[in-house]
C-alpha cells in the first residue's frame, strides 16, 4: 500500500519531497503482512537489474514476443513491460519498480531466462527503499481495506482512497478532523477542509478518480444574479486541460481521399440546385416495395433517381462523357456506370451498377442490395469499384438539404440527394397541400458542360421522378 | 444434479466480485462455476479479460464454460495469414479473434466447448486442471480412451487430439483454457486451419497440425449438454462446493462493467491483424493476360499488420514505370488488407489516362496482390 501511494504521487513532483520523507519514516515502522523491506543508503539515479521472475511449472526459459516500452521511458511500479511466452502460455511480465527503462537485454523472439536480467531500471533517489522479493501479492488499493499510519506519533485512520486524496490536494492528514468511527477520516472531511482553503478546483493528478467537486453553494447565488440582468462574473479559477494532440500518418481510406480530391481541384465546378416533389414517388415506392420484397430486394428511393439519371443521360449524353488530361478530346462513354457514394466504417467508396441503360429498375435495386453487403462487410471487388461514369450521392439518408458534391475524376458530372422533407406547397389551385419535398445538388465540370444542358438534364430527370408514369414512355 | 441460477443471482455475485479484490463473504469460497449465455467469440473472449482482471482470486478458483458460433481463433502471437485461410473465412462469415493467451490456432463452433480455468498466479497449474476433465470424461463413459499428454493435449484412443491448450499469466491472476471437441464440423475446421499464403517467413508461433476426433463420434449418445454438466460436477466436487452454474451475460454492463470495451478492443483490426508479429513475403505468381504468361515476383515486409516495405518485380514496361512506382508508394505505410488496396489501386485508376488496355493490366495485377492478402 505504501509502494502504491508513492506511484500516485510521482507525476505531481511539488508533492513528492514532502511526501516521500514521511513514507520512509513510516515505512521503517510497519510491520505487516508483507515481504521484509530492505533499507539501504541509496545514491541519485541508481540503475536496478529487474529481474524476470519466476513462470511457474518448473518453466526456465521464455521468448520475449512484445516489448511494450522502449529505453528512456518512465514506468510505474505494476506498468506492463513486456510480454513473454513459453510452451502456449503469455505471460505478461509487470515492472517492480517506478523508475526509467535504461537497457533492455533482449531483442524481440530472443529466449529469456528466468532469474536473469530483464531489464535495467533506473530509480529515482528520493524513492528510497525497494523491496528485495517480487511485491506480487501486494493487493492492489482496496476501498475496503483500512491501514494504519504513524504521524508525529499519533495513529490517523483513513482509508488508501481518503489518504490519495489528501495527498493529491496538499493536505496534511494530521490537520483534518475525523468525523468517522474511532475519530476516521473520511471523504467528506477532506472535502470540508478543502472548502474552507479556497474554492479553487485544484489540478486532478493524471490517476485521480475523485475530484474536489466545487462546492454547490457558491454556484447557486451566482445563477441568481443573472435575473436581475447582470452579466455573471465567473469565479477565475485555472482553467486545466490535460488532453494532447495526436499525430498519425494519413493511410488507406483517407489516403485514398487525399488523391482523388487532389485531382478534383482541377476541375472548374459549377453548382445547378433544385427541389423536386416527389409526393407521388413516395406513394408508388409504397406500393412497391412488397413486391420487391417477396423477390428477396430491398426497395429504396435510389433505384429510381439512378434510372431516371440514365434515361436524361440518354438525352444529355456529355453529361456521361470524359476528358482527357490535355483537354484536347472529349470521349462520350457508351454505357452508364452510375456510381452511388457509400459511408462504410472504413470511409467513403464509391461502386457502381454497371450499364443501367439496359436495367430494369428491379435489377437496379437487387444489384445495389449486392454492393451494399460487400461495401459494409469490406469485400467489394476492383470491378465493382472502377468504370464509374456518372455519380449520385445520397447524403439525404444522413441529413442536409443542399450540399455542393465534388466531381470524381475522370467523371464530369456528380449529383447529392439530400433529405426527404414534408413542406406546404402550393398546388395548380392554389390550395396548400403537404408536398414531400427533396433537393438536389448537381456540380458538372464547366470545361465541357454548361449550365443550360446541367439545367435541362435536370429538370428532365426531375420530371421523371415527379412524375413517374412518365418514366414508363421513354423506358426501353 | 447441476443447478442453473438466474441472472439475478448473478447480479448479486457481481455485486460483490465488482468491488475490487473484497472478500468474499459467503460461505462458498473455494470454486465459482460460470457459463456464458452468447456465443460471440469476442463477447466471450472479453470476459476471460474481464474475470482476469477483476475477480479477487486469492482464495477462489473460477471455472468458466463457453461456446462459440463459428469462428478461428489464433494465439496471441501468431499470424492469420500463416495460419488460416483467410479468403475462406471471409467467404463463409467466419469471426477470426486474436485471444490473450499463447499457443496455437484452433477452430470453434457449437460442437466444442470451451474450459477456462482461474487461479491466482500461484496456484496456475495446468495438468491437474486438464487430469479433472479427463476425470469426469471417464465418470460419464468409463470406457472412453482419453489422457493427457505432456504438450497438455487430451488424446482420444491414443491419437486423435480433442483438446488444446493455451494459458494467460498475469501479475495476481492466471487462466488456462482448453477446447473440447465433442460434435465440431470437421470439413470446416481442416479447411479453415489450411493456409494458401505462399512465401510467408516469419516468427511468429507456429501451430502443429493434429489429427482430430469429435467424442460424438467416439460415443453419439453424448451431447455436448451432458460433457459441460460432466465438467462441472468434477470442479464442483473437487472445490468441495454446490454444483452451481451461473450464467454470465457478457453484454451486460451493469453486471460487468467495462466489459463492452473489451468486446470492441478485441475486435478492432489493431488487435486481431495488427498484433501480427513482423513477417515478410516473398512469392512469385504468374499471371495469364491474352496470349502470354508474365512473371510476377512480389516481395513485402510487414509490420504491426501494415506494408513497411514493398518490391514489385514486373516484365520491363509491360505497365508505366511511373504507375509502379506510384502503386510502390501507395502501398507503403497501408494495412496489408484487402480492402484498403482495393480501395487504393481503384483510385488510383481514376487519376491515369482513360486507356482500356492500361486499365485491364492494372486490374490484372492489383488483383493478383490483392489474392496474397
Known sequence: ?476 | MVLRSSLKTCLQLACILRTPKAGFRSTTSGGLIFQSVSNDVYQNLAVEDWIHDHVNLENRQVLFLWRNSPAVVIGRHQNPWQECNLRLLRQKNIKLARRRSGGGTVYHDLGNINLTFFTNRKKYERMENLKLVVKALKALRPQLDVHVTDRYDILLDRQYKISGTAAKLGRTAAYHHCTLLCNTDKCVLSSVLKSPYKGLKSNATPSVPASVKNLLDEDPGLTCEMILNAIAEEYATHHQVDHHITLINPADETVLPGINNKTEELQTWEWVYGKTPKFSISTCFNMVYRDSILDIKVDMDVKHGRIEACNIDLPEQWLPPALCSELVKSLTGSKFCPNETTTLTTTMLRLCPQDDELHSRWNLLCENMITLM
Open chain 1, 1 to 476: 500500500v505504501c509502494i502504491h501511494r508513492v506511484r500516485s504521487c510521482s507525476s505531481i513532483h511539488f508533492i513528492k519531497s514532502k511526501y516521500v520523507c514521511v513514507f520512509d519514516k513510516s515505512a521503517l515502522k510497519f510491520s505487516h503482512q508483507q515481504r521484509l523491506f530492505r533499507t539501504s543508503a541509496v545514491s541519485c539515479g541508481q540503475i536496478v537489474q529487474f529481474k524476470l521472475s519466476d513462470i511457474g511449472e518448473g518453466i526456465t526459459e521464455v521468448t520475449v514476443k512484445e516489448w511494450y516500452i522502449k529505453e528512456g521511458d518512465s514506468v510505474s511500479q505494476f506498468d506492463s513491460i513486456c510480454e513473454v511466452q513459453s510452451d502456449k502460455a503469455s505471460v505478461t511480465i509487470t515492472s517492480r519498480y517506478d523508475g526509467i527503462i535504461r537497457k533492455l537485454h533482449y531483442n524481440l523472439d530472443e529466449i529469456a531466462y528466468v532469474g536473469k536480467p530483464l531489464v535495467d531500471i533506473e530509480i529515482d533517489a528520493s524513492k528510497g527503499v525497494a523491496p528485495e522479493e517480487d511485491v506480487v501479492e501486494t493487493p492492489p488499493m482496496s476501498h475496503e481495506e483500512h491501514t494504519h499510519q504513524e504521524i508525529k506519533g499519533h495513529k490517523t485512520l483513513a482509508t488508501p482512497a481518503v489518504r490519495r486524496l489528501a495527498m493529491e490536494n496538499n493536505i496534511k492528514l494530521s490537520e483534518v478532523v475525523g468525523t468517522g468511527k474511532d475519530n476516521r477520516i473520511l471523504k467528506e472531511d477532506i472535502l470540508n477542509y478543502l472548502a474552507k482553503q479556497t474554492g479553487a478546483i485544484l489540478p486532478p493528478s493524471p490517476k485521480a478518480e475523485i475530484i474536489p467537486p466545487l462546492p454547490k453553494s457558491e454556484a447557486v447565488p451566482a445563477a441568481a444574479k443573472d435575473k436581475a440582468g447582470k452579466i455573471p462574473v465567473p469565479v477565475s479559477r485555472p482553467i486545466v486541460f490535460s488532453g494532447k494532440d495526436k499525430t498519425e500518418p494519413v493511410t488507406g481510406f483517407h489516403k485514398a481521399m487525399v488523391k482523388t480530391m487532389s485531382a478534383a481541384l482541377k476541375i472548374p465546378h459549377f453548382g445547378y440546385c433544385d427541389e423536386i416533389d416527389l409526393t407521388q414517388l413516395v406513394q408508388l415506392r409504397e406500393e412497391l416495395k412488397p413486391l420487391a420484397q417477396i423477390r428477396g430486394v430491398k426497395l429504396s428511393f435510389m433505384p429510381f433517381f439512378i434510372k431516371a439519371a440514365s434515361l436524361g443521360l440518354l438525352q444529355y449524353p456529355i453529361l456521361n462523357a470524359s476528358l482527357d488530361e490535355s483537354c484536347q478530346n472529349v470521349t462520350y462513354k457508351a454505357s452508364h456506370n452510375i456510381g452511388v457514394a457509400m459511408d462504410t466504417e472504413q470511409g467513403l467508396i464509391v461502386p457502381n451498377v454497371k450499364n443501367v441503360q439496359v436495367c430494369s429498375v428491379f435489377e437496379i435495386a437487387s444489384e445495389l442490395n449486392r454492393l451494399q453487403s460487400l461495401g459494409s462487410a469490406g469485400q467489394l471487388g476492383t470491378n465493382d469499384l472502377t468504370g464509374g461514369t456518372f455519380t449520385l450521392s445520397n447524403i439525404g439518408t444522413i441529413g442536409g438539404t443542399y450540399a455542393k458534391p465534388v466531381i470524381l475524376p475522370p467523371e464530369v458530372a456528380i449529383g447529392a440527394l439530400g433529405k426527404i422533407q414534408v413542406l406546404p406547397r402550393f398546388n395548380g389551385k392554389g390550395e396548400v397541400f403537404k408536398a414531400q419535398i427533396m433537393n438536389v445538388s448537381w456540380s458538372a465540370d464547366h470545361r465541357i458542360i454548361d449550365g443550360a444542358t446541367m439545367a435541362r438534364f435536370s429538370n428532365l430527370w426531375k420530371s421523371y421522378l415527379e412524375n413517374p408514369a412518365s418514366m414508363l414512355l421513354d423506358l426501353k
